[in-house]
């Protein structure tokens, strides 16, 4: 049974730092490209970025770009997203998810096949 976990998420005030992790197990980790997304309230779920399946590939959104950064261990089973400078904007719960057969650059939801339960990211002004 496939299972990602999401932790991490807090309450934090704009220009601090969170690192969410993702912890997977129940699947052949490294053969997963890994992404993040989040859904704000009354917003759709955006992607956020991904990283490959050696973890020697990203790719963010714009919105993101040169703030956030995943990373992996396959070892671990784990894919961790770090924020930086963070803004009331990126107030959302945030979501792992995994991807077996498709492209780092693929966006859309539907393009993943697991999902972590979500971890809330709230960033005050």
Known sequence: ???????????????DSLRLTCAASGLTFSSY????????????????????????????????????????????????????SLKPEDTAIYYCAANWGGSLYYTGARDYDYWGQGTQVTVSS
Not at 1 to 15: E, H, I, W
Not at 64 to 83: C, E, H, P, W
């Open 33 to 84: 490209i890994m992404g993040w997304f989040r859904q704000a309230p009354g917003k759709e779920r955006e992607f956020v970025g991904a990283v490959s399946r050696s973890g020697g590939s990203t790719y963010y959104a714009d919105s993101v770009k040169g703030r956030f950064t995943i990373s992996r261990d396959n070892a671990k089973s784990t894919v961790y997203l770090q924020m930086d």
């Open 1 to 15: 049974q496939v299972q990602l976990v999401d932790s991490g998420g807090g309450l934090v005030q704009a220009g």
